[in-house]
């Protein structure tokens, strides 16, 4: 699928389309349909599961969307979270610089100047895509934080945060505090983040109001642990900085030859793991991006982005990071709060550093759908792994009878407290069934004759097919709910098999 055909795909079926739609939409702002919330739910409490349940010393906490403006002048965000912008001088319109260029396919540098910028349009002849003009006025910073003003007289200034780690870095005394002052420390948030994004583009890939799932692990470096030995073998694919090409290369090599710490090295492997093998992602539609030079965030000890290939996308792109950003936020944080930072760790006073894993919630989404998708002769199938599917089951009479209906709806009483149930009385069966199938649903029961007869020895039981390979059971009312639960189930325990 391309761009727009997965947009009226999403648009149908009820997971997401632009906000104030019917006042033509808003650009980078999307509201989720029933589906869509589904579905983004079910992401977000995988992610929880997987990330921060398996391990005790990791904690789920909520942070405000509104921050003042003194944290994030020490964050670094109010003079540095910038993108370079540039005008069009004939028609006024403003677009953000590398967008416009690699439309051109000119790749432009994170770090790249404005006055790179410039040359790269002069030189390359850019036009305005609205008025095909090459008059361009000179490419300047533009912060992409969105202000707010406080009070009734709005003389205190505030912001939208602009990522949901700030939080996690404001609370973090407090709760170590709480947590019986001990290291390492996880704080892991999901929430909205803002950017007033100059070109948001790309359905869900861009937004100014975006979801993000992040965890915080906070650490001395000195003592902290995360032994690869028993993972020496394994194989990620790594586009590494200073080879310029992706390869399939062991942890024990990312260790031994690359100087990755093993800390670092073992939530590769978890964060491989979870696509893989929760998200059901092919393992060669994923790998790690390592950005080095002016790409790397300047605060970052080591940097990768995680890339999914997505075709609607035109390739890899990133979906999320793993970063070693060191001491560098408590230290801010604590020079311009005027608190000191240091804790206790093996009777030493430290700093702790910080390892984030950052995955912004759309674009998995987004990625769910794209990825997942595939065609079965005429069928389309949304092949969600069937804890993620937005719906666990839905359920059918096989004609307007009202016998069969009082049993629809009998096992319908019977089975929403504990799953997701579909009811559909709409269309042939066949319609029902393929509706279900791009949704993801991975059951369908049926309610027939057999099911109502009162001289048959089948009372009460329900065809119940299955979306994958479309194969039926039949199954009695008392058989469903064990074989739902069963089939249902995610183990995080289980699927993170290489920590045990």
């Excluded at 408590?330 to 311009?336: A, E, I, N």
Aim: hydrophobic share 35%.
């Amino acid at each position: 699928m391309n761009i727009e055909e997965l947009v009226a795909f999403a648009k149908q079926r009820g997971f997401f389309w632009p906000s104030a739609e019917i006042y033509g939409g808003a650009s980078g702002i999307y509201d989720y349909g029933n589906t869509g919330y589904l579905l983004k739910k079910r992401f977000e409490s995988a992610w929880v599961s997987f990330f921060v349940d398996t391990n005790p010393d990791y904690h789920v906490i909520e942070g405000s969307t509104i921050l003042p403006e003194a944290p994030l002048v020490s964050s670094g965000h109010a003079s540095m979270f910038n993108d370079i912008i540039v005008g069009c001088s004939k028609c006024n319109a403003f677009y953000r610089a590398d967008v416009l260029l690699s439309d051109y396919k000119i790749k432009v540098s994170e770090g790249a100047t404005p006055g790179e910028i410039d040359s790269l349009i002069r030189e390359n002849k850019i036009k305005c895509p609205k008025c095909k003009s090459t008059s361009f006025s000179g490419a300047k910073m533009f912060n992409m934080m969105l202000e707010v003003r406080l009070g009734p007289e709005k003389a205190e200034k505030g912001y939208l945060r602009p990522e949901t780690a700030q939080s996690s870095f404001l609370n973090f005394f407090r709760e170590y505090n709480i947590l019986r002052k001990s290291l390492p420390l996880g704080l892991a948030i999901i929430g909205r983040a803002y950017r007033n994004e100059i070109s948001p583009r790309q359905g869900l890939y861009r937004l100014r109001e975006l979801t993000q799932a992040e965890l915080q692990i906070f650490f001395d470096p000195a003592v902290y642990r995360k032994g690869t030995a028993h993972l020496r073998d394994r194989k990620l694919n790594v586009w590494l900085y200073n080879a310029g090409a992706q390869a399939s290369i062991t942890v024990g090599e990312l260790v031994e030859k690359h100087s990755v710490p093993e800390f670092y090295a073992y939530h590769m492997c978890m964060i491989d793991s979870f696509y893989k093998e929760v998200m059901g992602i092919p393992p060669e539609r994923i790998r790690f991006f390592e950005k080095g030079g002016n790409e790397k965030a300047f605060y970052n000890k080591l940097h990768m982005d995680i890339e999914v290939e997505v075709e609607s996308w035109g390739g890899f792109r990133e979906v999320g990071g793993l970063h070693y950003r060191g001491d560098y936020d408590l230290t801010q944080h604590g020079k311009g709060s005027k608190q000191d930072m240091g804790v206790l760790s093996s009777g030493q006073k430290v700093i702790p550093n910080v390892l984030e894993l950052s995955f912004g919630v759309d674009r998995n989404v987004w990625m769910l759908i794209d990825v997942l998708m595939r065609k079965d002769g005429e069928r389309s199938v949304l092949s969600l792994p069937y804890y993620l599917a937005p719906y666990n089951l839905a359920i059918f009479g096989l004609q307007k009878d009202k016998e069969i209906d009082d049993m629809v709806q009998s096992l319908y009483k019977r089975l929403r407290p504990k799953f997701k149930v579909f009811l559909d009385s709409s269309g042939s069966i066949g319609r029902r069934y393929a509706r279900m199938d791009e949704l993801g649903t991975p059951f369908c029961v049926t309610v027939d004759y057999e099911s109502v007869k009162k001289d048959s020895g089948k009372l009460n039981t329900f065809t119940v097919r299955i979306r994958d390979d479309k194969s039926q059971v039949r199954l009695g009312a008392e058989e469903i709910e064990p074989f739902l639960a069963k089939e249902l189930s995610m183990d995080p325990y289980k699927l993170f098999s290489f920590d045990q």
